[in-house]
């Protein structure tokens, strides 16, 4: 939750075109930037360094970096998208990273993508989703137990994209989750916090420092995370949302 460095991607043009379960219309490129940018001034008001990436026009998804690494202290895994039109990004980022990492490892079967993982204080919580499979959790898996975590690979519940679309870690024992993945039983050795009815489309906050960046929009559980003791910093997430995105998607954090 202590994090000096985050590393973000400028939005394309090219987004407008981004992976989206529902059509709700396209994102607006100019929009998304100074939302984007707004993201990039909370994460830097928390005393983090922010390394920005150029925009890359030939992936409209691009901007969501979580996808394409996952980020621990013992270095970084290189995902591989279980999204055909999003594997390049994964081979992309794999340039910038061995600068940070002491390790650089490659996911070598399966796919997985960073949406799909939660880590904890005590244990890496995988999603099976659309995106993220067996043979994908199984190579994960064998990395971080080498480096001494313990891996629990769960299924994102049918119909939502990633497992951390419905989830997002509070603090070390308390998780932000909606009802239909709480549901599960899944998250039994936390504290858990729910979303409000109507608002499910809040639980991808991320903490980061002192801070839970969290979408703009949803009052009931912005005020029950407030009332918990939590500093909010609110930031719009229309044009994100509408391409099926969040907090955390537009961060690696380490
Ligand atoms: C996609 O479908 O891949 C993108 N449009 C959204 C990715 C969101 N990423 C995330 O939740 N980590």
Redesign the pocket.
Known sequence: LSFATAITRAPSLTVTG????IDQGAPDPDLFRSHHAMYISALQATGAEVIQLPALENY??SV?V??TALCLPEGVIIMR?G?PS?LGEAVEMATILPEYFRQVRYLDAGHA????ILVTSREILVGRSG?TDKRGVAALRDIVTEWGYQLRELQTPPGV??F??DCGLLDEDTILSTHRLAASGCFSDYNVLLVAEGEEACA?AVRFNDVILFPAGFPTTASMLRDHGYTLVEIPNTE?AK????M??LSLRF
Not at 18 to 21: D, E, I, P, V
Not at 243 to 246: L, N, Q
Request: aromatic letters at 4%.
């Open positions: 981004g992976l989206r379960a409209p998804d969501f979580e996808d998208p999204a999003r993508e960073g949406g799909d995106r994209l990633h951390k679309t991808n994100a391409i099926d995105g969040g955390s998607c």
